[in-house]
């Protein structure tokens, strides 16, 4: 999915559109697509929307993946999820995931797991901590205290925009709706259809914010092997 416009990267997404944020030499999208490859998957599509022809025109020109990689481009904004109404995975199980995420998932466990489990869908998921700054207080409506925690973590788990679903799902998606993840995900639940968590404890970053694009791109220079074996930060 790499249409949306990256407003919270702006000023940099206003010409480069952020699939093609560079992580030193290679662009986001270049990463994610090699580990999909590396992974056994044989064919990419890429669903595009603001400045889409600039990552097809380097898709084509630089990419030399040797599986096919095809384009949906939408003529008006369809939600995280809607383009999905414009593929068509040949009756088999497929991935859907952000191009803007850099993660060291491994996607044939993802799907292992998604297979066992006999789903319709499964949603990779991460934990992350927040440490809160202040003492935050437990009290009844009446004002009486009943506890105080000082400076508390908080644990929860959260989307890694990182998806495994059969081709089924495409029956709850209208040609042309727009809609995100989290709504279809709860429209198929809501028809009886059972979703399963697949947890991820290994390294997760979202860079749709100037502050983890930044560390991403840290992370991957320090170890670009750690997400692409046999690589380096350069191409």
């Not at 697509?33 to 022809?53: C, D, F, K, S």
């Not at 105080?148 to 059969?166: D, N």
């Not at 040609?175 to 979703?195: A, I, N, S, W, Y």
Request: hydrophobic letters at 40%; zero cysteines.
């Amino acid at each position: 999915m790499a249409g949306g416009r990256g407003r919270r990267l702006e000023p940099y997404t206003s010409v480069i559109p952020k699939p093609l944020m560079p992580l030193g030499e290679r662009p986001i999208i270049d990463v994610i697509v090699r580990q999909l490859i590396a992974a056994g998957i044989e064919q990419v599509t890429l669903a595009v929307g603001h400045l889409g022809g600039i990552i097809e025109s380097w898709i084509r020109q630089e990419g030399g993946y040797g599986v096919p990689v095809d384009f949906a481009y939408e003529d008006a904004p369809l939600g995280t999820a809607g383009a999905l109404g414009r593929v068509s995975p040949g009756g088999q199980t497929f991935l859907a995931l952000n191009g803007d995420i850099l993660t060291t998932v491994s996607f044939e466990s993802l799907l292992a797991f998604h297979r066992e489990a006999g789903v319709i869908a499964t949603v990779a998921a991460n934990e992350r901590v927040v440490d809160v700054e202040y003492g935050v207080l437990y009290a009844e409506d009446d004002g009486t205290l009943l506890r105080l925690e000082e400076k508390p973590q908080i644990r929860y788990t959260v989307s890694m925009g990182v998806y495994a679903f059969e081709p089924a799902i495409l029956d709850y998606i209208e040609p042309g709706e727009r809609v995100d993840f989290p709504e279809l995900l709860e429209r198929v639940m809501g028809r009886g259809q059972r979703v399963a968590a697949y947890r991820h404890d290994g390294y997760w970053r979202d860079i749709g914010n100037r502050s983890d694009y930044e560390d991403a791109i840290v992370d991957f220079q320090q170890d670009p092997g750690r997400f692409l074996p046999g690589s380096n930060a350069g191409r």
